[in-house]
């Protein structure tokens, strides 16, 4: 062991002795310092702040001590008063503290001022060592407030000095994956399975990354890796489950849902998605045995919704009804009933229901792309073409590819009939689609569009919107 290693371990064994004693904790400044970064080490924040407090009282002005009183207060989130505390101390080339300020000022918005902070330690020229430590910690502070743009150039630029920070890696990984850019991230988490192939943290991030990224052969191979170094972690299961489901591989994700369920038989989470499995594969016997399963072991709570939806998803409006209008009160403020509520009045075509049933869907799961489906097909239901535009087009900012809604976004501009947007929403397709398109809305017409230019398809698109074609030949 090494001295300070020793020195740390009965300063800490001495003062913890005070303290069971109840005896008056007396210590220099210095060994304040090093108690409350022990600590803070250890996760134990309200000790740190004792000692850092503490030590304050009895050594004010502590060059020691103060600094840990600023980073106390910005690990609270004191922002503000750790700021107006920072302008007495001097950072003596410590770079700590600017990253501290620099933490602080980030937190408060003052972008601004927080990168003017960064060039100007920057720009000290300082040695290699030091100046790779300060672009990982601000690519790290920078990640923490959604900056990951900066994040990004500062993390690149560390790995460029050392390329096995994993730390580092693993940020840049994270920072690419909140910016939408997965094939970046997947490779910045091969590059961490470079250093360890055997790390089981990795293989599960690239196998989410895979997942996110619609490559779900290969995110089943990495869970596959990660159950090798961890065999039957349920958390890597339920993922490779899913993966399976979205693979359209529905018997092996059911099998592996199954395996879920008796690992950990009360997991509300593994249930619903065995129930979605089992609609896929439209199982209702099965649907059924399984939520008897759930309320025998969980109990009877969101039973009715789900026994609901299994009529439902069979069909039967009329059983769907009667286990619908049985929900208990206290339950009819939830995104199952909503759904559940929407979709049987849209069933009903009561679409002004049905609409506000969808809307009170969508308060609760912001985002959520079927509803925002299900709300462009009611709009258009009640020829409210604008406003089913709208919802189309909030849905492919989402998600480019979700099936058909560029297509109807089309059909809905042919019925709206304005030119611009319409031309907009042509430039989206390939010549193909186009083709296929014009295909479509022509109906009767046996034309062969197969060597027209693009230039030629989409006169003869625009010429289809000016005559109002659309509907005549297509049912939404």
Known sequence: ??????DITSLVEKYENMRALGKKVYFDADEFALLADFYYSEGDTAEAELLVEEGLAMHPGSSELMPLKAKQLVLSGKYKESLSFMRHLSDDNDLDLPLLKIEALLHLSRFDEAEKLINKIIDKDLPEEDYYYFINEVGYL?????????????????????????????DLAYSYEMKGDMDKAIENNNRLLDINPYSFDAWVNIGKLFTMNEQYDKAIDSFDFALTIREDELSV????AMALFLNDNVDESIAIFRKCLAISPEDEAIYDSLLEAYAAMEQYEEMMNLIDLREERIGSEGILSR????????????LAKSYFSQIPEDEKDSLEYHLLEGELAFNDEDFAAAEASYIKAALISEGNEEILDKLANISVAQEKYKQAADYLEELLELSPEYPTAKARLAFVRFEIGSKEPFDNI???????ELRDLLS???GSDKTDFADFSREKILTRLNEARENRVLFKNIKY
């Open 1 to 6: 062991m090494e001295d300070n290693d020793t």
């Open 237 to 240: 299961l339920k993922m490779k």
């Open 142 to 170: 920078l990640n923490d407030v959604d900056k990951f743009d900066r994040a990004i150039a500062y993390l690149e630029e560390g790995l460029k000095i050392n390329s096995s920070n994993t730390e580092a890696l693993i």
């Open 440 to 442: 479509l809305i022509m």
């Open 307 to 318: 026994r609901a939806f299994v009529y439902l998803s069979k069909g039967d409006y009329d």
């Open 426 to 432: 042509m430039q989206q397709f390939t010549d193909e």
